[in-house]
């Protein structure tokens, strides 16, 4: 007898949780919006663990086709054969399937999810001739980033009008520090500070950087420190690398980090 493992780490900002469990009952598609990092494929998968259901992610791309998706045929031992992509395989399992960045794929393949996003729950498979019903507890969540994405690369109406909405932002203070605390182990002074480091971030407008400092970016400084690393460097390497390539808007993150991340020592 397999044991169940335990929950993925997730703390509600808001009634997130309550508005997913609703619309699954219900059988409707969910769209997840929120910046990248601030928590939404760990919410999925705390969702399908309290609903206790597989779950099938896919990271999409503009490369992504439908076939990627549904299935193709392909050669094995000599002979053709069907093989299933992950939406179907969700679809006959009951699974949830999860879109992220769904965007990023062309909008000729996210067609494919309008009679499985809407009163049908149905995929057509036009390489076989069939169409399959969703077995019961199948559902359809998909994500993207609207403060990223361009007007070329954004969710079609027909899309978004089939799906419930659940906004996400970055945590508040107090919870993003138990985050920090549960998910890197570091003590409640190092992930306040780090918190804080991530705020003032937040609150820069700059050109320069390619995103904000996520709750992703601050979790993987806690990580090295937790492994031996001054705040600072960890700071440096986790944080400030990763947001900018400018090495004017660098300079200016490494002098926050210095007035936000105090050292023991120095580095």
């Known amino acids: 007898m397999s044991v169940k493992p335990p929950r993925p780490y997730y703390v509600p900002v808001g009634n997130e949780e309550q508005?997913?469990?609703?619309?699954?009952?219900?059988?409707?598609?969910?769209?997840?919006?929120?910046?990248?990092?601030?928590g939404k494929t760990r919410f999925?998968?705390?969702?399908a663990h309290d609903l206790d259901r597989p779950l099938i992610t896919v990271a999409c791309h503009d490369d992504l086709?439908?076939?990627?998706?549904?299935?193709r045929f392909l050669l094995h031992g000599g002979e053709t054969e069907w093989v299933d992509g992950p939406l179907t395989r969700a679809v006959r399992d009951g699974a949830i399937c999860y879109l992220d960045e769904v965007v990023e794929a062309r909008q000729d393949t996210t067609v494919v999810l309008h009679p499985l996003a809407d009163h049908r729950r149905q995929l057509?498979?036009?390489r076989l001739g069939i169409t399959l019903?969703?077995?019961p507890g199948f559902g359809l969540v998909v994500s993207y980033n609207p403060g990223y994405q361009s007007v070329l690369k954004d969710l079609k109406d027909s899309t978004r009008q089939r799906m419930v909405?659940?906004?996400?932002?970055?945590?508040?203070?107090?919870?993003e520090e138990k985050i920090l605390v549960n998910e890197a182990r570091i003590d409640h002074e190092r992930a306040a500070e780090l918190v804080r480091l991530g705020q003032a971030i937040r609150r820069l407008e700059t050109g320069g950087l390619r995103e904000v400092a996520s709750t992703r970016v601050l979790i993987a400084a806690g990580q090295l420190i937790a492994e031996g690393l001054s705040a600072r460097e960890a700071a440096r390497?986790?944080?400030?690398?990763?947001?900018?390539?400018d090495s004017t808007v660098t300079r200016g993150l490494a002098e926050m980090i210095d007035v936000y991340m105090p050292d023991s020592t120095a580095d």
């Open 124 to 126: 057509p498979i036009e």
């Open 65 to 71: 086709t439908t076939a990627d998706l549904v299935g």
């Open 44 to 47: 999925v998968e705390a969702m």
């Open 165 to 175: 909405a659940i906004d996400f932002g970055f945590p508040t203070p107090d919870v």
């Open 133 to 135: 019903d969703a077995a």
């Open 237 to 245: 390497a986790a944080i400030a690398g990763p947001l900018t390539d």
């Open 19 to 38: 508005v997913f469990k609703a619309a699954y009952r219900q059988n409707l598609s969910i769209v997840l919006k929120g910046p990248t990092g601030c």
